[in-house]
Structure formats: C-alpha cells, structure tokens
C-alpha cells in the first residue's frame, strides 16, 4: 500500500479518460521514478494551464488566450464555419490539418434522454455568427450517432432563409462513431466528400 497522499493522486489520475485504476498506478509510478526530472515539469504545465485557461468567445473552443488561437488566425477562412458537438472534436479536425475554416462549438448534442434542449447548445451565437453576414458555409460535422444527426437536422432548419451554404460530413463515417477516435485518412475523406444537407 502506498501513502494516501500518492493514492489520492492515484485516484485523480484514474478518473481522466483512458486511465483506468492500473493505469494511473503505473503513470503515478513513473512520476514518483522520475521526479527529478518529469514531475516539476507536469506540475508546471497543470498550473499554467489552469490560470490561463480560458474558453473562446467566438467558437467555445478551450484555448489560453481569447479570440483563441484558431480564430485570431488570420490565414483561416472566416467565410465557413465548422459546427462540432464539442472541443475534443473540433481538435481532431483540426488535427487533420484539411479545414481552413473557423470552427463553432456546441458544447453537446440535442438529447431527449439526457434533457439536453436547444438552449442548452451554442447554438444562438452560431446564428449570430451567420447573421453577422461574412459567412458562406456552414458545414455540420456532428457525431454519426442518432442525436449527432439530430442535431444537425435541428441546425439546418434555424438555417433555412439565411444566404448560406449547410454541408454535412460524408457519410462512410461509422455509425455510432465519435470523430475524436478516428484517422486523419478517414477524417480528411469526410471532409472532402461533404454534401449539402436536405
């Protein structure tokens, strides 16, 4: 048994997604090994992160800096928009490295079960980003699951009337699938093969 102070950490570590109770024993482990050298390091980055962390006004995307660092990008392409339901999607595409857009966070997806409703989405200040009127495109890159879709029909009604263009990804992507979890090949397909949606 260790003291409870490293199983404390231990426990912290186990919660975060991916690390399991072995997991985070073993990454505890190899902090307390490494300590001269990797734990300063660690702490640092957490605190860091912690006092600047900040989300972005204009996209809801988690950044240190606001507008952040996609938006305040003047080589991206402010003209379209790309909706995903939260961060950890909008980082895989972005990953890829294909999307020249701006992006716009809903922070979840439409969810009768989960008593998740329109105003509980971002979803009014994507329409205001629209209204502003510099905008062309709106592509909707939700999740390949019921209320991913769902979603997006939702969004694409708001939309009609407005002098833009509503794409979704391609389908081809699995059904049931969540865009953090695939390849850049299959991502950078997607993107390439979106359609308009309707």
């Excluded at 950044?63 to 952040?68: A, F, M, R, S």
């Excluded at 305040?72 to 972005?94: F, G, M, Q, Y």
């Excluded at 979840?108 to 502003?132: F, M, T």
Aim: glycine share 8%; aromatic share 4%; charged share 25%.
């Amino acid at each position: 048994m260790a003291s409870q102070e490293i199983e404390n950490l231990a426990s912290a570590l186990a919660r975060l997604p991916g690390l399991g109770p072995r997991s985070a024993r073993r990454a505890v482990l190899w902090l307390v090994k490494h300590r001269e050298t990797a734990l300063d390091q660690v702490l640092d980055a957490l605190s860091t992160v912690k006092e600047k962390l900040v989300e972005c006004d204009t996209c809801g995307n988690v950044d240190t800096q606001n507008p952040c660092t996609i938006c305040a990008d003047p080589r991206r392409d402010a003209k379209s928009i790309c909706v995903v339901e939260d961060v950890a999607d909008l980082w895989a595409l972005d990953r890829a490295r294909l999307f020249t857009g701006t992006f716009h966070v809903l922070g979840g997806r439409l969810s009768a079960l989960d008593g998740v409703r329109p105003e509980d989405l971002a979803i009014d200040s994507l329409l205001g980003r629209v209204e502003a009127g510099r905008v062309d495109e709106v592509v909707l890159a939700m999740n390949a699951t019921l209320e991913g879709q769902t979603t997006a029909h939702y969004i694409a009604e708001r939309l009609e009337g407005h002098p833009v263009r509503i794409t979704q990804l391609a389908h081809g992507l699995p059904v049931g699938g969540e865009l953090d979890y695939l390849d850049e090949g299959t991502l950078a397909q997607a993107l390439r093969a979106r359609r308009p949606l309707g």
